[in-house]
């Protein structure tokens, strides 16, 4: 186990050091951005990671919900905190490219505001797990959860459905990319998902390990307090 | 130019900032063990 946590941590940093040099140097410049584009490499496999994420946080909080299994509930936990953290590149990003490209750093449009309501969504989701002191709240974030997964696709499928100022899907939705952009793109988002495969495996490991530690002290002042 | 290097370095002080309240937590989980132990 400590092992393969090894393997999969210098795989994750030598591919996050190739998939930058390719994003930033080996990818070809895009003739109207600019090297402005190349946020691409970035914002976008962010996205993608973010909504597999948000994928298995719903898997887990169903299983969850029909099991009460300790472990979907540590899953569910790992994957939406996860999630927010590469939501939130994508919330940096997205305004970074925009300034230079649209002239400003935010406009209300579909596909923001909705990417927008599901990074709160998840926020609410840990806020509630962090600060619930009931029983009940695992249940009731395995529930927020469920609803939330609801705004993934919408948030995905909005450009394909919608006119909306946000550029259009880039693989498959009609959208055109020149090959080796779709090639830096993939080496990206295979980096991006071996670090957040990385980060939930630590992030796990962690919970499980918190849970043991409060077990323990709930056993000790027990013990304390019978004496 | 100057858009591209914000959003790469914004991207990794997110996973920075991450990465350092994992570490902490951490280590005030082993604290806690520690103490426990004793």
Redesign the interface.
Known sequence: MKRGFSILAIVTALLLSFA?YEA?IAAPTERTMG??Q??FY??VP?AWTAFLLFLINFVASVVFLIRRDTKADILALVTAE?GV?FC??VM??GP??A??VWGIWWTWDLRLTLTLVLWLIYVSYLVLRRFSTSSQTPVLAAVLAIFGALDVPLVYFSIWFFRTQHPSPVIGGGGSLDPRMAHVLLINWAAFLC?AWL?CW??FR?EV??RE?EE??AL?SLLEGSR | MNYLYAAYVATWVIHGTYLAILVRKYSKIRQEMESLKK
């Open positions: 930058l930033l090297d402005v190349r946020i970035y914002h962010s996860v953290v939130t590149v940096a990003t970074i490219w300034r230079p670090l980060v630590t992030r962690l390990l918190e530690v323990a002290q000790e």
